[in-house]
């Protein structure tokens, strides 16, 4: 029966590879940002909608990814995942049979709305085919894909826009139906068995189908706050590279791809540092980073400078996507977890549409001559989440000594 088979690394790898097409969302358009502003600039507040273009998928993903978990639990995740990835590819092509701004808008949500499907059935699997560090790995292994996916896209997508113009990099979406294939070739739709209800302990048994709520808010909570943070260097690089004379898209993508570099290293650390230091003690440390180099960004004298900063920047965030993911999967039953992820991928993915938003906000408020600065009040809204991450690591540590005194 198709329940008691057995996931190996070939499902491990058909089923994080997915996770390349969400990225495709805004990395594809990172380094474009330029050509679009010059395609759409003759729109009406053309800084804030060109770049929702990039962000808008997010939105979906933050609105539709709850909805996507739902419907998994109820009627299964492979069928879901294998039909929007078809969807995806032709309305993440649209674009290059369109011109005009509202229509390929359009296409973006739709896109977003695929990804939401996508990014939580794919990792729903992970979860309901293994377990323990097995899990970990695989989810450490999605999040490092991902942002290895984005440093071959960057330079690629700049290449494409130099090349072909703005509609050169959408070309890329139609990778989705090959992996769809696959997809359909090497995963099943799993079940939890009878065999696995019946060792279950009567604590588990009476927790099924009750969401997490306490363990899911206070994760949640962090990963808002990350996921702003998370996309912040990725979407503002090729503008802040302006301020140092560095316009050609090409070039941006290529230095966008060196920062990016610094994911998938962390994500790599994370894998051994978990195993040391635990996940919420991984909370605090994280953030530490990400507010080190956020603040290093501002003072840059040169591109170089900034470069280097935002790769350690960037190994904070690498370190910090699988923390999160793995802290929220760990305590979800199977009955809930396609609802549960799907809330984790919401709040991160809402987190990434308030990434541009809440910079172009800030930015306006310092001044454009003042640009670099920007990155210096993040980086102190990173030191404060630092410090409560602290607080909720004492809180943590004096309840298990409560317990065991």
Request: with cysteine.
């Amino acid at each position: 029966m198709s329940q008691e088979r057995s996931a190996g690394n070939l499902q491990g790898v058909v089923l994080i590879l997915p996770i390349t097409l969400t990225v495709m969302g805004a990395a594809l358009l990172a380094p474009i940002v330029p050509l679009l502003m010059q395609q759409f600039k003759d729109i009406e507040n053309a800084i804030y909608w060109v770049p929702l273009l990039l962000s808008i998928p997010a939105l979906c993903i933050a609105l539709g990814a709850p909805v996507a978990g739902i419907l998994a639990d109820k009627v299964g995740r492979r069928k879901l995942l294998i039909w929007s990835m078809i969807i995806y590819a032709f309305s993440g092509m649209s674009p290059i049979l369109l011109s005009d701004y509202w229509p390929i808008f359009i296409s973006r949500i739709c896109v977003g709305l695929c990804e939401a499907v996508i990014i939580t059935c794919s990792t729903t699997l992970i979860g309901d085919y293994f377990s323990g560090d097995k899990r970990d790995k695989w989810l450490g292994s999605q999040a490092a894909l991902a942002t290895v996916t984005a440093m071959f896209l960057f330079p690629l997508s700049g290449f494409l826009g130099s090349q072909f113009g703005w509609k050169g990099p959408f070309l890329l979406y139609g990778s989705s139906l090959i992996l769809a294939i696959l997809v359909l070739l090497f995963t099943w739709e799993n079940r939890f068995s009878s065999r696995q209800r019946s060792v279950e302990s009567d604590e588990k048994k009476a927790s099924r189908g009750r969401l997490p709520k306490s363990h899911m808010l206070t994760v949640c909570a962090f990963t808002l706050v990350g996921g702003v943070f998370f996309y912040i260097l990725m979407f503002q690089l090729s503008t802040a590279l302006g301020h140092f004379d560095i316009n050609d898209a090409s070039l941006s993508g290529l230095l966008l791809s060196i920062t990016a570099l610094g994911v998938p290293i962390g994500a790599i650390a994370y894998r051994y540092a978990h195993k040391l230091l635990g996940t919420k003690s991984l909370v605090f440390l994280e953030f530490a980073i990400l507010a080190v180099g956020f603040i290093s960004m501002s003072h840059a004298e040169n591109y170089q400078w900034f470069i280097l900063a935002g790769f350690f920047n960037q190994f904070g965030a690498g370190m910090l996507l699988p923390t999160m993911l793995t802290w929220a999967v760990s305590k979800l039953e199977f009955d809930v977890r396609g609802l549960g992820v799907g809330i984790w991928q919401s709040t991160f993915a809402f987190g990434q549409f308030v990434s541009t938003l809440a910079f172009s906000w800030v930015a306006t408020q310092v001044g454009s001559e003042n640009y670099l600065s920007t990155f210096q009040i993040f980086g102190a809204i990173a030191l404060l989440t630092c410090f409560i991450a602290a607080l909720f690591l004492r809180k943590q540590m004096s309840k298990k000594q409560e317990q065991y005194a």
